[in-house]
């Protein structure tokens, strides 16, 4: 399965670096981070508790960093697992500047699924990875814009980060025209854990 996409943030491209690289600003912006820890010089885990209607779960994900270049880009290796499944990876991030200090993150990555992740229909995965990144990446944008503020008035500027039942309300939301089976239901959830793990261990790097 093939990740990719990019996303606009409002910010100058080294900001943007300082945000991503930032694990508090990640366990904030992402509902349901339990821990979100460097293990090693390049090696770090993370653990989500995601609730999904009437599905719940605590994930773990593991990730290692390299061919860093700030504040431009990386490579990662990426494994996470959960009761739905695991999922294998490898992934690459590019912060290109724009104008009006603007930065265009592009990304890209393979997965392997396994368990019974892997008996997601193709389409259904597209359409909830593709839900729940722009939902992540607008998160982070917030907290960079709060960040901002802060810088400019002198005045602690806080980031409400969505609740786990509204960022999982706004994901059922994107995926109100597609169809699927109660048994499908639990996989989508898992499958929803696990990449809201690799968003959190795609982004981060050395602290």
């Keep these: 399965m093939k990740i990719e996409g990019e996303y606009t943030f409002d910010g100058p491209r080294e900001e943007v670096w300082e945000v991503v690289r930032d694990p508090e ?12 820890e460097q293990v090693s010089e390049n090696e770090y885990q993370g653990e989500m508790h995601v609730r999904i209607g009437p599905v719940a779960g605590l994930f773990s994900g593991r990730v290692l960093i390299s ?5 431009e880009s990386l490579t990662m290796t990426v494994e996470g697992k959960g009761k739905p499944g695991f999922v294998r990876g490898t992934g690459s ?12 993150m592009q990304y890209q990555g393979d997965m392997q699924l396994g368990g019974r992740l892997a008996s997601v229909g193709q389409r259904m995965m597209d ?3 593709k ?7 607008d998160s982070l944008n917030q907290a960079l814009l709060a960040r901002q503020t802060s810088q400019t008035t002198g005045e602690q500027v806080e980031y ?10 706004s994901v059922a939301k994107d995926m109100a025209g597609e169809v699927f089976s109660s048994r499908r239901v ?16 795609v982004l981060l790097s050395r602290g």
């Design 160 to 169: 409400k980060p969505p609740s786990e039942s509204e960022f999982a309300a």
């Design 67 to 71: 061919d860093e270049v700030p504040p």
């Design 131 to 137: 839900s729940l990144l722009k939902q992540g990446l």
């Design 93 to 104: 991030v590019q912060l290109i500047p724009q104008e009006a200090d603007k930065t265009l």
């Design 127 to 129: 359409s909830v990875s």
């Design 25 to 36: 600003v990640l366990a904030s912006a992402l509902p349901g981070t339990q821990s979100l």
């Design 186 to 201: 639990i996989w989508i959830a898992g499958a929803i854990a696990i990449i809201i793990v690799i968003l959190a261990v």
